[in-house]
């Protein structure tokens, strides 16, 4: 079968479809994929030396093969032509499928069947607890177009050449105050986000310290001063979205008493200095051993995990108000 009969075919198939949703309608993705195998089998010539499975193995993609073309089939009860997709990794793909399909039936509004070639219409990667594709019939662009690289040629790649096209098509989309958390080179399965969320205030003292300090190490922001708004912010960020804790108070992590100032001591002074002497042995540990790729999305730059703290030490001397962070923190460190 040639494509330009495989597409004249979807095209009867869609129209048929079109009919069936408007009149009696269809009500869940099975039993609409189970009536696009049926139209599709019944539509097929006989002389077209491929025939539709009706009874196939589960989570494979395209949902329907057809020797090198194959159909994914999406179905909507909105009025829209969006919908999540099959995983970059796309572990479960047919081999011997050179050529993918989309059938996508929308529900809502005037209900109606199309088709599309499923390279065009893929326009986002949504990044849940495996990065997906994200399909929009009506795109004008597609994400492939974006990144610079033929859908064909991408997916075929090692999932970490993938995810360095993804991660480059992210990081110009974020917004002020966002981050990435998916930032490995090392693929799909090295840093996931938590599925299960935490509180800060139910983790036992030594992860609080361990992560505080980490997030004290990437964002040097937090030693301006108190009037700031704001200054928090991507501390927050950072235990929400690269370790699914959840911090409710901001200051619980640097300028409350009961980090700031432990021994309860009435001595006063600048409590996120306090706080930040407090943590100098863990953030040393967290700059030897934390990824670079974090310092690189943090700090805009890759620094050695020996230059770490001097490097950080002169950030914060840049930002701090009132007083210098390295003429109190890290005395014995090289500078």
């Not at 360095?164 to 992210?170: F, L, N, P």
């Not at 943590?279 to 805009?300: C, I, P, S, T």
Request: glycine residues 6%.
């Amino acid at each position: 079968m040639q494509r330009a009969e495989l597409e004249s075919l979807l095209t009867k198939v869609c129209a048929a479809l079109t009919e069936e949703a408007r009149a009696t309608g269809f009500k869940t993705s099975p039993a609409f994929e189970r009536r696009v195998r049926l139209v599709l089998s019944g539509l097929l010539p006989t002389d077209a030396g491929v025939v539709v499975d009706l009874a196939p193995p589960a989570q494979a993609f395209p949902d329907i093969a057809l020797g090198d073309y194959g159909v994914e089939v999406k179905f909507t009860l909105a009025d829209t032509w969006r919908s999540v997709a099959n995983s970059v990794q796309e572990t479960q793909r047919v081999g011997t499928v050179k050529c993918v399909y989309v059938v996508f039936c929308k529900m809502g509004g005037e209900p109606e069947v199309r088709w599309r070639p499923y390279a065009d219409c893929v326009v986002h990667v949504r990044t849940s607890h495996v990065p997906r594709f994200e399909i929009d019939l009506d795109a004008d662009r597609s994400l492939f177009d974006l990144m610079g690289i033929d859908y064909d040629d991408f997916r075929v790649l090692p999932m970490h050449e993938k995810m360095r096209y993804v991660r480059d098509y992210a990081r110009g989309r974020l917004k002020k105050g966002e981050r990435l958390w998916w930032l490995e080179d090392g693929g799909a399965e090295a840093h996931t986000m938590p599925i299960q969320a935490r509180l800060y205030t139910s983790l036992n003292q030594e992860e609080k310290v361990r992560l505080r300090a980490e997030a004290a190490l990437l964002c040097p922001v937090i030693v301006k001063s108190g009037r700031v708004r704001n200054k928090y912010d991507d501390a927050v960020l950072y235990l929400l979205t690269y370790h699914g804790v959840l911090c409710h108070q901001a200051r619980d992590l640097f300028s409350a008493g009961s980090v700031a100032n432990p021994s309860n001591d009435d001595e006063g002074g600048v409590y996120i200095q306090r706080a930040l002497k407090l943590l100098e042995k863990a953030m040393r540990e967290a700059a030897a051993q934390m990824d670079d790729a974090l310092f690189v999305e943090y700090w805009g730059e890759s620094v050695p995990p020996k230059r770490r703290i001097a490097r950080w030490l002169e950030k914060a001397d840049a930002l701090a108000s009132g007083w210098k962070p390295s003429e109190s923190l890290f005395l014995s460190e090289p500078r």
